[in-house]
């Protein structure tokens, strides 16, 4: 059988006709005769009805309408990079600096807000594109001055090195407009600071709107549906929170023309009336018999009765039309003639039929490309490799130019989505176990992308925003096939990830959400879900939460080696920070399941255990060495061991008088007097510098040039002995 995607298939997925009157609105909107504050063109239309096509139209005819010097941007929220508000606004920055849009505003917001959510972390390595426009950029500038000027520069607390350094143009920007928007950062938290970047980006495309009218950025979104599909749930379509970030940054930008592509009709009249006047409502209906029969002749369908069959049963649909013109082509091309009998006579049993008349291999291999999000070209030869041999009988291109894949970019396709959810549909039906296979292959894929060092797979790793999409698309892919075994995984990637993931927080948040109950199964996916929260922040909401549910189950219990690993790790991490919040219940059930931690049973009250532990941490210790932890010296003076105290001391007098003895003698007899035992910090001392009594360490400190740490608090524990 001939490839399906032959010369024909190609011509019909490249064919557009009709939707004369949505191209005519766009071109109106474009060159309005007057032009109003607002501009938004609202396309809507049922899966298949030809939405993302109009808008690959809309870009092209840019080109050939007198506006090629207009700034076009799109964003596709089907994608799941594209949902997400920081990573969305920061493609749309991307596309306008590759467009001449100056964005000074928005990076340096950005840039705050990098740094306030994610100290420590390389911006330069995680976001690299915001230093590549150095000639015409305020943040360009910042690559000589160093990363901490990210932290500096609103209020302009970077002004006097930035204006030596500035070209002409961004040194006028900053002066006259710069200082009096960012200076607002200084005090902006960075929860506020998040929710209003758009406020920046929309504040610089209304820079650029006011300074160049004609050339008025036209901004594409298209699934617009999907800014809900992390919410959980589908009936919140009307609710603010899934595009609120987009409707805010429209209020901030008057003068750019929109185009927002989804299922539904913009809701945005429903949170501000304002709305109602500016947005031009577009629902794409059916095509007209007249551009049914033009999509017909691309097809190269001839015949009265078969194209009529064709149009009743696709009602002017065109997706539907044009599976109904392929599954005809593949019919022809295997030699049969074709009647209007042959035709399905529902739009269902066209996706059916279609499919069906695959020849069986090629149905295998295009089941299995619907579970990708997007399929990579570099997916195609691991896929062969992961028990599906089929994948090497066919060339990508072969396949994913067929008329229900998408070109997103020169590597990345993306099916239909309503072929993909019947395909997915049918799998979970049909072959579940075939369903599971290929998502983890999948998932194999993208968790090796993300982590790198398998040779068959491209490393991705090295960029931030590349890994973390693999990580994405993993994370999803896994949950779907083999929910028991995504926490661990979490454990393992984030770990590995020592300099962090900007999808962190979303990794744990779904790891959360599949912890319904906590039980003996699922015990250690819970403490190592409580580690990974608590280990970055100890005060995490969600993270105490489940350590609290988790003290609820284990009160009483002896836990296994593996669950007390990740507690005892939680109490190490909290015991500096929130100690309070550790719950005694967790602390018990450890000492329970025998951890040795003198913390732990100082906090449980539990002296003797703390004493002999300290007892035997001493007496190993290395004799050239007095470290002692303040947790051990603790136990020692509750205990009023004075035998551990003369050992300490011995060790100390061992070594070299130097800056290192002195801090260990302070930091020890520091310690012991804070306890309330200043006699013992004496004998400590007294030992370590060999004096007989406590009167010769007073004295030998006397003698001493340079007074230290040291000398006061063994003098004022020698007052406070006199004082006795």
């Known amino acids: 059988m001939p490839s399906p995607s032959s010369a024909l298939g190609t011509a019909l997925r490249l064919a557009f006709v009709g939707r004369r009157a949505e191209l005519d609105a766009f ?22 009805q030809g939405k993302t096509t109009l808008l690959d139209q809309f870009a092209q005819r840019m080109t050939v309408l007198d506006c090629q010097d207009r700034p076009v941007c799109r964003l596709d929220f089907g994608v799941p990079q594209h949902r997400s508000m920081v990573e969305g606004l920061f493609l749309l920055r991307n596309q306008l600096r590759t467009q001449g849009v100056a964005t000074h505003a928005f990076d340096v917001a950005f840039a705050r807000h990098f740094a306030l959510t994610r100290p420590g972390r390389d911006i330069k390595r995680e976001y690299p594109e915001l230093y590549r426009f150095a000639e015409d950029s305020l943040f360009g500038e910042l690559v000589d001055i160093g990363a901490e000027a990210v932290r500096e520069i609103p209020g302009g607390k970077l002004a006097v090195t930035l204006l030596a350094r500035l070209s002409n143009r961004v040194e006028q920007w900053y002066t006259i407009r710069g200082v009096a928007i960012l200076s607002q950062l200084d005090a902006m938290p960075a929860q506020q600071l998040g929710t209003d970047l758009p406020v920046f980006l929309g504040f610089d495309l209304l820079e650029f709107v006011t300074a160049h009218p004609r050339r008025r950025p036209v901004l594409l979104m298209d699934t617009y549906e999907a800014l809900w599909r992390d919410a959980g749930s589908s009936s919140a379509l009307s609710s603010a929170s899934g595009d609120q970030w987009v409707r805010r940054l429209a209020e901030e930008c008057p003068g750019c023309l929109w185009v927002v592509a989804g299922r539904h009709r913009l809701k945005w009249s429903q949170h501000d009336d304002d709305w109602a006047q500016y947005i031009v409502e577009r629902d794409l209906g059916a095509l007209t018999p007249e551009e049914a029969d033009a999509l017909l002749d691309a097809g190269a369908i001839v015949g009265a009765p078969l194209r009529a069959a064709l149009r009743e049963v696709a009602a002017g649909h065109p997706l539907s039309l044009a599976l109904g013109i392929r599954y005809c082509q593949m019919k022809a091309l295997d030699g049969k003639t074709i009647t209007e009998c042959d035709v399905p006579r529902t739009q269902q049993e066209v996706l059916d039929r279609f499919f069906d008349h695959l020849d069986p291999t090629v149905r295998g291999l295009v089941r299995v490309l619907a579970v990708p999000t997007l399929v990579r070209v570099e997916l195609w030869p691991h896929l062969a490799r992961s028990a599906f041999p089929v994948f090497d009988l066919y060339a990508a291109p072969a396949i994913l130019e067929e008329v229900f894949f998408r070109s997103v970019s020169e590597r990345e396709y993306a099916m239909h989505d309503r072929v993909r959810e019947h395909l997915l549909e049918e799998l979970s039906r049909r072959e579940p176990d075939l369903l599971r296979r290929a998502r983890l292959a999948v998932f194999d894929f993208y968790d090796q992308a993300a982590s790198g060092g398998a040779a068959t797979v491209p490393d ?12 994405v698309e993993a994370s999803h892919q896994l949950i779907e096939a083999a929910p028991e075994r995504y926490i661990r995984w979490c454990e393992q990637r984030l770990e590995q990830s020592k300099k962090g993931s900007r999808q962190r927080q979303a990794l744990l948040e779904r790891a959360g959400g599949l912890l319904t109950a906590i039980n003996e199964h699922s015990l250690l996916d819970a403490a190592i879900l409580a580690r990974l929260r608590l280990c970055v922040d100890p005060w995490d909401t969600p993270g105490l939460d489940l350590l609290d549910r988790l ?47 003198i913390s732990l049973a100082l906090v ?30 603790v136990a020692i003076a509750r205990s009023a061991r004075a035998d551990l105290c003369e050992i300490i001391g011995e060790r100390l007098g061992r070594q070299e008088q130097d800056l290192g003895f002195w801090v260990s003698v302070a930091q020890i007899v520091d310690a012991l007097c804070f306890e309330g035992t200043p006699r013992l910090g004496l004998l400590v001392a007294q030992r370590a510098l060999r004096a007989p009594d406590s009167e010769s360490v007073v004295e030998r400190l006397h003698a001493l040039e340079s007074s230290t740490i040291t000398h006061q608090v063994v003098l004022t524990m020698n007052e406070v002995l006199k004082g006795s």
């Open 460 to 471: 991705l790793s090295g960029s931030v925003r590349q890994r973390d999409e693999c990580l």
């Open 27 to 48: 071109e109106d909107m474009l060159w309005p005769v007057v032009t109003p504050r607002y501009q938004v063109l609202s396309l809507s239309g049922v899966g298949g």
């Open 604 to 633: 449980a009250g539990d002296l003797k255990s703390a004493t002999r532990w300290a007892d035997r941490s001493i007496r190993q210790e290395n004799a050239h060495d007095g470290g002692v932890s303040w947790f051990a010296l």
């Open 551 to 597: 003290a609820a189950v284990i009160e009483g219990q002896v836990l296994s080696a593996e669950v007390v690993a990740p507690l005892h790790q939680i109490a190490l991490d909290m015991r500096g920070a929130n100690p309070s919040r550790f719950p005694i219940s967790i602390v018990h059930a450890l000492l329970r399941s025998g951890v040795e931690d």
